[in-house]
């Protein structure tokens, strides 16, 4: 009977944790969705670590949720220094349990930018897949030893299919929406939860780049409450807005020559 109550103790510390993160690292904090997620988190005896690469964005970021009564630690840090986030994210351990991570980091160069096709898939494979690695796998390590965890990696509704118009980027969000989903049931008996994020056009410096239309665009507060509900909920995918993500499915249920000239005629960035 003892070790059946120890164990129901155990499992309701899991759940508070997932609903209630007390110490939560978020990278590409400094705007967007990052930095609205933080705000949403933010209050009283909350811990934060946020990383950026703009350092005075990321300062107003920090004195924002502090603010809002939260403990901060912010860095200025690329996601794609593999030595340097490893020993940032096991620096935190140091001083308590991580309960949440989100690896939000990630870049979207637009078809103005003057970097060659080779090399615009380069730099984005670079954040958004080996940035994401540089930011889970010292978490793994982490929740395995400390016997809990929540790691939510973002993906996009571009994650889904190949778009025209910028394909490393929806390849770059489809490998790690992969990722997150294999994870998820990998670490599902070690109490540590995977969710992939897969948000559609949401209002941030990377969205002010495009030139084309952006169906059902969202702001970056709105993102942050459906990510932040979805996340407590324990949800295996949190994809919005739901009619973007909608139409996403129905292509991917057409036979692939019909959805391949429709996706033709889409906007492209």
């Known amino acids: ?10 499992l309701a510390k899991i759940v508070f944790f997932m609903k209630n993160p007390q ?3 978020i990278t590409g904090a ?15 005896g909350v811990f934060i670590a946020i990383t950026g690469r703009n350092e005075e964005r990321l300062a107003a970021t920090k004195k924002e949720l ?7 630690d912010a860095r200025v840090l690329n996601v794609t220094d593999e030595a340097a986030m490893a020993v940032w994210v096991k620096s935190l351990a140091e001083d308590g349990p991580i ?8 870049v979207g160069f637009g078809a103005g930018t003057k970097m060659s096709l080779h090399e615009r898939a380069v730099k984005t494979f670079e954040v958004n897949v080996n940035g ?9 390590d982490v929740m395995k030893q400390q016997g809990h965890g929540q790691i939510a990696i973002v993906s996009s509704v571009a994650g889904f299919l190949g778009l025209p118009g910028n394909p490393a980027y929806s390849a770059s969000k489809n490998a790690v929406r992969a990722y997150a989903e294999s994870l998820r049931g990998t670490y599902a008996n070690r109490n540590i939860e995977v969710n992939v994020i897969c948000p559609g056009y949401v209002i941030s410096r990377m969205t002010a780049q495009n030139k084309h239309a ?20 324990n949800k295996a995918r949190i994809a919005f807005p739901f009619p973007t993500f909608s139409l996403i499915r129905t292509l991917q249920a057409l036979p ?13 960035k």
């Open 132 to 140: 994401v690695f540089n930011t889970v796998h010292p978490a793994i």
């Open 99 to 106: 309960d949440l991570v989100i690896a939000n980091a990630g």
């Open 23 to 25: 110490r939560i690292l």
């Open 1 to 10: 009977m003892i070790g059946i109550e120890t164990n129901t103790n155990f």
């Open 256 to 268: 692939y020559f019909i959805a391949d000239k429709l996706l033709r005629v889409g906007p492209k």
């Open 66 to 72: 502090e603010a809002k009564g939260a403990t901060v």
């Open 30 to 44: 400094n705007s967007g969705i990052g930095e609205a997620v933080a705000l949403e988190y933010a209050k009283e």
């Open 214 to 233: 952006m169906p059902f665009l969202m702001t970056s507060e709105k993102a942050a409450k459906i990510i932040v509900k979805g996340l407590a909920k």
